[in-house]
């Protein structure tokens, strides 16, 4: 991983917790390379004391020394982000009027909505709050977007039924696309990383909306862990 991010001259800095493993992922896949089936080995706590103590300083460098456009929050529960360590961010952010932007799991959900961009699929939505009998998609969206609030510009992914977006001015739903055979590996991480893109750009958020569908279905359509590009986002047809 160091040897590919030098390779593109990315900076980093790595977070090393000698009593745990690195999270692996083995993907089981058929001959059509269509994954039926994927193994996690990983350890998910929180940091221990030490470990927090050192990313909180890393962060504080990072701040003092760096001037960043935008953050995107997201670690998929693996126990890099505590209460803590996300309020410094926001904190930090809204200081700094730096975009921020979460893709949450099911820990800190409520925290990580006091976002710029906030980013949840469905099924986190239903664990942060289960939808009743009596409400169908539509409604349910409304009641989850009521309760969070704090959220500047909500981005609700769907699956294949697309994308619900909300903000003070706008709010609607794009229809998803059809993909036959989904890979859905990595399309959570598309679609917040081109979010963030077009958010710098200052477009609207139902652009932002349209433009994170057709990412993720973009991505959903290449077998395994693949890149898209702008070309392919911007001319994409069914």
Request: charged share 30%; proline share 2%.
């Amino acid at each position: 991983l160091k040897s590919m991010l030098d390779e593109e001259n990315i900076l980093y800095e790595f977070v090393v917790d000698a009593s745990r493993p690195t999270t692996t992922k083995k993907r089981y896949v058929d001959t059509d390379y269509n994954q039926f089936l994927r193994v996690d080995r990983e350890l998910a706590r929180e940091l221990d004391s030490k470990c927090k103590e050192y990313l909180m300083e890393l962060l504080g460098n990072v701040f003092d020394d760096y001037r960043l456009d935008a953050i995107i929050l997201q670690d998929y529960d693996k126990g890099l982000l505590d209460k803590d360590s996300i309020d410094y961010i926001i904190k930090w952010a809204q200081k700094e009027n730096t975009l921020l932007l979460s893709d949450p799991k099911f820990r800190h959900f409520k925290q990580l909505a006091d976002s710029y961009i906030f980013k949840p699929n469905i099924n986190e939505c239903l664990n942060f709050m289960p939808r009743q009998k009596d409400h169908d998609l539509s409604s349910y969206l409304g009641v989850v977007s009521d309760a969070l609030s704090q959220t500047e510009n909500l981005l609700i992914t769907l699956g294949k039924d697309g994308i619900y977006y909300k903000n003070n001015k706008e709010e609607g739903f794009i229809q998803g696309w059809h993909v036959d055979n989904a890979d859905v590996s990595g399309a959570g991480d598309c679609v917040i990383a081109v979010a963030c893109i077009f958010a710098l750009q200052g477009k609207k958020l139902e652009e932002i909306a349209d433009l994170c569908n057709k990412a993720g279905a973009l991505s959903c359509a290449k077998k395994g862990i693949q890149t898209i590009n702008m070309d392919e986002i911007l001319n994409f047809e069914a």
